[in-house]
């Protein structure tokens, strides 16, 4: 398959999460398949361009790329050319130099527009993703409502996205709650209004310091009491969801391979209006062909489900 013809793919899926509704589109939607960067990668790990395309060799096709930035910080050459150049579709997460109050405010609403003006404008935009390390609930979503308005009315075309850190939202923790409280421990708190958000993030972690909180070996992300609590607060808004940090730690030797969870999970993403996949390659999260064949394979098949 092309690398243009693989690029429309994408392209349409990201026009299709701005259009509307979930009910609209097929009961099995089209996947959107990437892997997701970090500041600190180096290549080989997918922080440049270069990595992500290292990764490619890897991963199969991948058509997504997530990048990372600090306050105020315009979409780098890089990221651009690689969307441009090479199909590797621009999801940038960014900060602003505003407190969230001064964000709702309005007080950096050129620094948003300059962010959005410099996006393909098929590209996909976040506002302090997994924000809830830094502030409450309800500080959130007035941020994000006014960035949204910014950011759409500078450029219509972009997919704007929040995304939440649903691996922290353990049942039984102690920054959890359900009692009507309000404010920061309650999801319903957090959750952006579907008029200001064009889908929905949900990212996932399986890591061996959270052992008895979240499943000991891999399986569906279905089966996950993390996962499920956030679907259920969100899929019935009406908005495509994503998962763009997901990572299945292969911290125990003897452990399984990752491959029949990531399996497992594709049947379950795409039968619950998830577009758009990005695994973490980095740490123990890596999917390594050398270490994990199986997994890498899994991932393999799950980027090749993306083409029709």
């Known amino acids: 398959m092309t690398r243009a013809l693989y690029r429309s793919l994408v392209v349409a899926v990201a026009v299709t999460l701005v259009a509307g509704p979930a009910p609209a589109r097929a009961a099995v939607p089209t996947l959107a398949v990437g892997a997701t960067t970090s500041a600190a990668d180096t290549v080989g790990s997918g922080n440049t361009c270069a990595g992500f395309l290292d990764e490619r060799t890897h991963l199969g096709d991948l058509g997504i790329r997530r990048v990372f930035a600090s306050a105020g910080q315009l979409p780098p050459a890089d990221a651009l050319n690689c969307h441009d150049d090479h199909g590797a579709v621009l999801w940038f997460s960014f900060k602003t130099s505003c407190a969230p109050a001064g964000v709702a405010a309005g007080w950096c609403d050129s620094e948003i527009q300059n962010i959005a003006l410099a996006m ?125 940090e997901w990572g299945i730690d292969d911290d125990q030797g003897v452990r399984a391979s990752r491959g029949p969870a990531i399996r497992a999970s594709r049947t379950w993403l795409t039968s619950h209006n998830f577009h758009v996949v990005s695994y973490w390659q980095l740490d123990n999260w890596y999917l390594d062909a050398a270490t994990d064949p199986d997994g890498v394979a899994a991932y393999q098949e799950l980027v090749a489900a993306a083409v029709p």
């Open 120 to 244: 393909p404008a098929d590209g996909y935009l976040t506002y302090q993703h997994e924000p809830e390390n830094d502030m409450t609930g309800v500080q959130f979503v007035a941020a994000f409502q006014r960035v949204y308005t910014v950011a759409k009315a500078a450029n219509p075309g972009l997919t704007v996205v929040p995304i939440y850190m649903s691996y922290q939202w353990r049942p039984g923790s102690s920054k959890v709650t359900d009692n009507g409280t309000g404010g920061n421990h309650e999801i319903q708190d957090w959750i952006v209004p579907p008029a200001y958000a064009d889908a929905y993030g949900l990212d996932l972690y399986w890591q061996a310091g959270t052992r008895g909180s979240e499943p000991d070996d891999p399986v569906s992300i279905g089966l996950d009491p993390r996962m499920t609590r956030w679907y259920n607060a969100v899929a019935g808004l009406g908005r495509p969801l994503t998962l763009p």
